[in-house]
């Protein structure tokens, strides 16, 4: 039996060479979800019985890298064993190479079929008796193993579902870096202000190479951030103003999109390096530009949090109004003390932090703020704090990056300056405890948060982690309640 499958280069297509009944040829451009449409008549000699031999599993081809796709193929099986399978026959020995040094096709067809047809001096040919598992599994082919054993359909198929997987992670790659190249750009705002324009306009507006941004603006049309608009020109699509352009909306996402393209990339490449060693690299060490835009980052989750927190957060929002304290733990460029001190005109605010970088920008920021006279930063420990001064503390997204045998002591500090029965807030991603809660949609944030922040020494807590924590820490009564989806968990504690 030889069945191969054939295609020309302008029109892909699938026949059934003799001696199998003839079917007329018919395009075939396959996706990742086509199998082969015929079946193999049974039975076909040669082959193993209760094997799933008559079993085609699916070809994971795609038109536009088809031959490549077949190539590859082999390094999808792992070798069979020669415990699995009874002997059988080798193949033969391969004959002397061709006179342009490549092997004949006689050294490369299974004992009793033809040799591989060729169509067209670039098609490709590939025996449909290579999916069916033989005895031990050989079988003889240009660039193949010697033994090959191609998986069950369903692993084919779990296969084919990962596949899909990757592509999207790649397009997203592509999509997040080509938006923070906007950004930084200003390209956004170009169009933002032009309303439409070619990328070439664009290219001479900023003083850009217009190849590059010609790629981009395309890119972006691809990945749906741009439209097509008149002849050759490119406008914002539907939404993207409110996403790259607009700080004052909850929906602006510019910050993050700058970190993964500016920050993480370079953490990122450094990954296998601490995977060995094991010698975290600390964010301090880019510098001024990522403390503001973390700042910008979390300033519409400060500002809905203090907009909430007279309203639903009545443990510590009616002391705070009442022109109590707030300590904030690890408190960065200090936009939470600036928004409370904003919303709560009687509200007062210490921040504590031990990078001096953002302590600077946060007095900097408290200053032009004109809340200077209520709120302060200091690049302090918190053991310095007095005791019984604050009337509520909170570590907003910051206690993951207290290094692990810092924590306890850091938040005994913070019970000590607490007066009796004041509360402390933790807003934090709790990590899964298990790879069974990993599955689960709300660890999503949490997972995606402690690989990025992996390098800087970050260990994102569990549940049952913090909770234990703030126990031995001298905190008695624990409170839990999930924001934003259950994605975010604020946990409230006091001594009572």
């Given amino acids: ?15 059934i060479k003799e001696p199998l009944p003839r079917t007329e040829p018919f395009p075939a451009r396959l996706n990742f979800d086509s199998r082969l449409p015929f079946d193999i008549p049974e039975p076909v000699s040669g082959l193993a019985p209760g094997r799933d031999n008559d079993v085609l599993a699916p070809l994971p081809v795609e038109s536009n890298h088809f031959e490549h796709r077949l190539a590859e193929l082999p390094r999808l099986a792992p070798p069979v064993s020669d415990e699995d399978e009874p002997p059988t026959e080798e193949a033969p020995e391969a004959e002397p190479v061709g006179e342009h040094g490549q092997p004949r096709h006689q050294a490369h067809h299974a004992p009793g079929t033809r040799p591989l047809h060729r169509s067209g001096a670039r098609a490709g040919c590939l025996h449909l008796a290579a999916f069916y598992r033989r005895p031990r599994g050989h079988y003889a082919g240009p660039g193949w193993p010697a033994k090959v054993r191609l998986p069950p359909v369903a692993e084919y198929d779990a296969a084919l579902e990962r596949m899909r997987s990757a592509s999207a992670w790649f397009a997203g790659a592509i999509a997040i870096s080509a938006t923070g190249v906007g950004i930084e750009l200003g390209l956004f705002e170009a169009l933002r202000e032009k309303g439409a324009a070619t990328p070439a306009a664009l290219a001479a507006m900023l003083s850009l190479d217009p190849h590059a941004v010609g790629v981009w603006a395309m890119t972006l049309v691809h990945h749906g951030l741009l439209d097509p608009a008149g002849v050759g020109e490119v406008a914002l699509a539907a939404g993207v103003e409110l996403l790259v352009c607009d700080p004052r909306t909850p929906l602006y996402m510019a910050p993050l999109f700058e970190f993964h393209s500016r920050f993480l990339g370079r953490d990122f490449a450094e990954l296998p390096r601490f995977f060995r060693e094991g010698d975290p690299r600390p964010p301090a060490r880019h510098g001024l530009p990522l403390v503001r835009n973390v700042a910008a980052q979390t300033a519409a989750m400060q500002e809905a949090f203090v907009s909430a927190m007279s309203s639903e957060l ?21 936009g939470l003390g600036i928004r409370l001190c904003q919303q709560l005109p009687a509200a007062r605010y210490l921040g504590v932090d031990l990078d001096e970088l953002a302590v600077a920008e946060a007095k900097e920021r408290i200053a032009a703020a004109g809340v200077a006279e209520r709120a302060r930063v200091e690049a302090m420990a918190l053991e310095a704090v007095l005791n019984g001064s604050a009337d509520a503390a909170i570590f907003f997204l910051s206690l993951h990056e207290f290094p692990p045998g810092t924590r306890l002591p850091s938040l005994v500090a913070v019970r000590q300056a607490l007066r ?13 405890a298990t790879p069974l809660e990993a599955l689960a949609e709300r660890s999503r944030a949490a997972i995606q948060f402690q690989y990025e922040e992996l390098l800087w020494g970050s260990h994102l807590l569990t549940r049952a982690g913090l909770d234990s924590l703030l126990r031995e820490a001298g905190f008695t009564e624990i409170v839990n309640r999930p924001m934003l989806g259950g994605n975010v968990d604020l946990v409230l504690a006091r001594v009572s």
């Fill in 1 to 15: 039996m030889l069945a191969s499958i054939a295609f020309e280069l302008g029109q892909p297509f699938i026949e």
């Fill in 314 to 334: 009545p443990e510590a929002g009616e002391a705070l109004a009442a022109g109590g304290l707030l300590l904030d733990a690890g408190c960065g460029a200090g």
């Fill in 420 to 432: 009796p029965g004041a509360w402390l807030l933790v807003l934090e991603e709790l990590y899964p």
